[in-house]
């Protein structure tokens, strides 16, 4: 992590100064008649991924729909590309290379929004379970967004120069499909890039504005397995037992002084358990209990001090409640997903772009989130530029009534009743990215 950190910094030295095209008045105007000309179409391919979602390494059918879009604007297309993961290329001459990714999978969450085009998708995961399939993360849009934007720049090839790597990947919601396209050769087999752009929905913004945040903006995202071993007894004697639920219950409450008392108060970073099982019976004290933690920071000190920490407070607290075994603390270096940067350059001349595609009242700086991911590996690794901005995606009259006194919030990223409103949605981003590219490449 401390070798990928340095890569950050130094991309940040060499980049201080960044030179983006104007995209002119004229090109903006082609960029809209483009979207006006697709509008319809890509509202259709919205409904069919909304409706028809599939989970992290599933996406079959999403990666054939977005492969079939590349293929009709024209595109190189490449697929399989680490798992189900689809590459399109434009090759349109010298000039600078652009990367925009946008992700496939879905959730396993049963949707309640009562759309017409809800999904009514069950599977049976791993563990025998049935459960419903949503996209509440809103990939349905940035899948749209994606080949939206790949057949803007091939109908727009008069206008710029370069290479665009569109990127369709999979598995972002477990934190894989990134370094999974990056390790079969996603920058061996393709050009590599300067910049790498992307876009994430954002549930509290209206569509038709767009956010960013310079510097650190999705944290590092950490899963850690604590299994604490005790000595099972009967629950009338616990004297003749060592259990483990009660020496759980310890480490839980001691790991909440990590950021407290041993994090710089000036950064950020979250220890969270959201899972805590032991037992089988009232009166049976258990052999074993075993809690599953995320944890998030920025900064690679962060991150190490918040690991160790709780390696050390779990042995620790399980030595002094009797346990005669130290826990196991298992760091799940496969579902570590690390956070994603955004080069303040980049960001700067970005926003400008931005302001002058959607409108400056329609661009906000936002804060960074303790939210992660895996877009952020991309950029480090081809010593390039990062960005990713944030589009809004609720409706005008349901971010007013969401505004008023007392309303209820509105559904979160996540939510069973995440809602998009599909044609300012789109369309901002599809405008966005499009020009976003534009001023990176070779405009004319």
Same mark, same amino acid.
């Not at 991911?373 to 990713?388: C, I, K, L, Q, S």
């Given at each position: 992590?401390?070798?990928?950190?340095?890569?950050?910094?130094?991309?940040? =030295? *060499?980049?201080? !100064?960044?030179?983006?095209?104007? %995209?002119?008045?004229?090109? #903006?105007?082609?960029? @809209?008649?483009?979207?006006?000309?697709?509008?319809?179409?890509?509202?259709?391919?919205?409904?069919?991924?909304?409706?028809?979602?599939?989970?992290?390494?599933?996406?079959?059918?999403?990666?054939?729909?977005?492969?079939?879009?590349?293929?009709?604007?024209?595109?190189?297309?490449?697929?399989?590309?680490?798992?189900?993961?689809?590459?399109?290329?434009?090759?349109?001459?010298?000039?600078?290379?652009?990367?925009?990714?946008?992700?496939?999978?879905?959730?396993?969450?049963?949707?309640?929004?009562?759309?017409?085009?809800?999904?009514?998708?069950?599977?049976?995961?791993?563990?025998?379970?049935?459960?419903?399939?949503?996209?509440?993360?809103?990939?349905?849009?940035?899948?749209?967004?994606?080949?939206?934007?790949?057949?803007?720049? =091939? *109908?727009?090839? !008069?206008?710029?120069?370069?290479? %665009?790597?569109?990127?369709? #990947?999979?598995?972002? @919601?477990?934190?894989?499909?990134?370094?999974?396209?990056?390790?079969?050769?996603?920058?061996?087999?393709?050009?590599?890039?300067?910049?790498?752009?992307?876009?994430?929905?954002?549930?509290?913004?209206?569509?038709?504005?767009?956010?960013?945040?310079?510097?650190?903006?999705?944290?590092?995202?950490?899963?850690?397995?604590?299994?604490?071993?005790?000595?099972?007894?009967?629950?009338?004697?616990?004297?003749?037992?060592?259990?483990?639920?009660?020496?759980?219950?310890?480490?839980?409450?001691?790991?909440?002084?990590?950021?407290?008392?041993?994090?710089?108060?000036?950064?950020?970073?979250?220890?969270?358990?959201?899972?805590?099982?032991?037992?089988?019976?009232?009166?049976?004290?258990?052999?074993?209990?075993?809690?599953?933690?995320?944890?998030?920071?920025?900064?690679?000190?962060?991150?190490?001090?918040?690991?160790?920490?709780?390696?050390?407070?779990?042995?620790?607290?399980?030595?002094?409640?009797?346990?005669?075994?130290?826990?196991?603390?298992?760091?799940?270096?496969?579902?570590?997903?690390?956070?994603?940067?955004?080069?303040?350059?980049?960001?700067?001349?970005?926003?400008?772009?931005?302001?002058?595609?959607?409108?400056?009242?329609?661009?906000?700086?936002?804060?960074?989130?303790?939210?992660?991911?895996?877009?952020?590996?991309?950029?480090?690794?081809?010593?390039?530029?990062?960005?990713?901005?944030?589009?809004?995606?609720?409706?005008?009259?349901?971010?007013?009534?969401?505004?008023?006194?007392?309303?209820?919030?509105?559904?979160?990223?996540?939510?069973?009743?995440?809602?998009?409103?599909?044609?300012?949605?789109?369309?901002?981003?599809?405008?966005?990215?499009?020009?976003?590219?534009?001023?990176?490449?070779?405009?004319?």
């Amino acid at each position: 992590m401390a070798q990928w950190v340095f890569v950050i910094v130094a991309v940040w =030295s *060499m980049h201080i !100064d960044v030179v983006m095209a104007d %995209v002119s008045p004229d090109v #903006q105007r082609r960029v @809209e008649v483009c979207i006006d000309s697709q509008m319809e179409h890509w509202i259709g391919f919205y409904r069919t991924a909304h409706a028809n979602p599939e989970l992290s390494n599933d996406e079959v059918e999403s990666a054939t729909r977005v492969a079939d879009a590349f293929f009709a604007a024209g595109l190189e297309i490449t697929r399989e590309v680490g798992g189900h993961g689809v590459v399109g290329v434009i090759r349109n001459g010298e000039g600078p290379v652009v990367l925009i990714r946008g992700d496939m999978d879905a959730l396993p969450i049963t949707e309640e929004t009562g759309l017409p085009f809800a999904s009514n998708k069950k599977v049976t995961r791993t563990d025998g379970t049935r459960t419903g399939v949503m996209h509440a993360c809103g990939h349905d849009v940035h899948q749209t967004v994606l080949i939206a934007t790949a057949r803007s720049l =091939s *109908m727009l090839r !008069d206008h710029w120069r370069g290479t %665009v790597i569109f990127v369709a #990947q999979p598995a972002e @919601e477990i934190g894989q499909g990134a370094r999974r396209m990056i390790e079969d050769g996603l920058f061996t087999k393709f050009p590599k890039p300067q910049d790498c752009i992307a876009l994430h929905c954002a549930a509290d913004l209206p569509a038709g504005k767009i956010g960013y945040t310079s510097g650190w903006a999705l944290a590092n995202v950490d899963s850690v397995d604590i299994t604490i071993h005790g000595r099972g007894g009967h629950g009338a004697y616990p004297h003749k037992a060592i259990d483990p639920i009660v020496a759980g219950s310890q480490v839980v409450l001691a790991l909440q002084t990590i950021v407290s008392r041993r994090i710089d108060p000036r950064e950020s970073a979250v220890v969270t358990v959201g899972s805590f099982h032991a037992g089988t019976k009232h009166n049976v004290i258990p052999d074993s209990a075993t809690l599953q933690l995320t944890v998030r920071s920025y900064g690679d000190d962060s991150r190490r001090k918040l690991l160790d920490s709780i390696r050390q407070i779990a042995t620790d607290t399980c030595k002094a409640a009797g346990c005669e075994t130290p826990p196991d603390v298992k760091v799940i270096e496969t579902d570590f997903t690390p956070a994603t940067f955004n080069d303040p350059a980049l960001s700067q001349a970005a926003a400008e772009a931005l302001r002058a595609s959607v409108g400056a009242d329609n661009v906000v700086e936002l804060p960074p989130v303790m939210g992660g991911e895996d877009f952020g590996r991309f950029a480090p690794a081809v010593g390039g530029r990062g960005f990713m901005f944030w589009l809004g995606v609720v409706g005008a009259d349901r971010y007013a009534t969401s505004q008023k006194p007392g309303a209820a919030p509105l559904p979160p990223l996540h939510s069973s009743k995440l809602q998009v409103d599909p044609e300012p949605t789109i369309r901002t981003g599809v405008k966005a990215m499009t020009c976003l590219a534009l001023s990176l490449l070779d405009a004319s």
